[in-house]
């Protein structure tokens, strides 16, 4: 069965650190997508890219956040500074269509924890 | 008032007992209703959704919404242990652009004890 992978599934670093996260969706998959998820609260999107460009995104999502899709196969998010409260978990997903009909396929997550 | 809420329980029932999951919202643009499924340390994996008010089934689950009360639920009949796990209502609007800008609830924790 198809699935979402994302590398690392654990990452710690140190506040002001840059941090790169993976995600390579299913392969015939156009739409693509990162969520969050901080400790006992809800998932949160972030942003939705298609077509080598960013479709929509959150006030989360701010200057320090950037997503590129650098090869036909990876998908990465980039904090470029991180601050203590960027520790989450990261989802990245995918969808065939832009939505509803299709499915949207989360991957296991990235721990990101900033110290 | 928060967009989207869910009582995060937790749920405690016994193994083929019928379980009832609800949500409701503030936002009226919500178009399309979704029901995930979160096990420990795992992605969201989705289990039901539907745009309409009325009933969905599919095998022993059945999602519900009520659209002029702002309300959702999702039953699960004969409940087993395997579906110990966290479920999560999320709700998307008909933008132009995705439709799967999901907006979630914060997931109720069900425990199914054999």
């Known amino acids: 069965e198809p699935e979402v992978t994302q590398t690392p599934s654990h990452q710690v670093t140190q506040m002001g650190q840059e941090v790169i996260l993976r995600c390579v969706p299913i392969?015939?998959?156009?739409?693509f997508y990162w969520y969050r998820q901080i400790l006992g609260q809800k998932v949160e999107f972030l942003v939705s890219?298609?077509?080598?460009?960013?479709?929509?995104k959150s006030e989360i999502f701010d200057d320090q956040f950037s997503v590129e899709r650098p090869d036909g196969s990876n998908f990465t998010l980039k904090i470029r500074s991180t601050k203590l409260e960027d520790s989450a978990m990261y989802f990245c997903?995918?969808?065939?269509?832009?939505?509803?009909?299709?499915?949207?396929?989360f991957g296991e997550g990235s721990r990101l924890t900033v110290l | 008032q928060k967009e989207v809420e869910q009582d995060p329980g937790p749920l405690s029932v016994p193994e083929g007992a019928i379980v009832s999951l609800n949500c409701t919202y503030s936002?009226?643009?919500?178009?399309?209703f979704m029901w995930y499924r979160q096990y420990s340390r795992k992605g969201p994996e989705l289990l039901m959704y539907?745009?309409?008010?009325g009933n969905k089934e599919d095998g022993r689950f059945t999602a519900q919404v009520d659209k002029s009360s702002k309300y959702i639920s999702l039953f699960i009949r004969d409940s087993q242990p395997s579906d110990s796990a966290t479920y999560l209502c999320?709700?998307?609007?008909?933008?132009?652009?995705?439709?799967?800008?999901?907006?979630f609830g914060k997931g109720t924790l069900l425990t199914v004890n054999p």
């Open positions: 997903a995918s969808s065939r269509d832009r939505g509803p009909a299709g499915e949207l396929f």
């Open positions: 392969s015939n998959h156009l739409y």
């Open positions: 890219f298609y077509n080598n460009e960013i479709s929509e």
């Open positions: 936002n009226s643009a919500f178009q399309y």
């Open positions: 539907t745009y309409s008010s």
């Open positions: 999320a709700m998307s609007e008909n933008s132009g652009g995705s439709n799967y800008k999901l907006t």
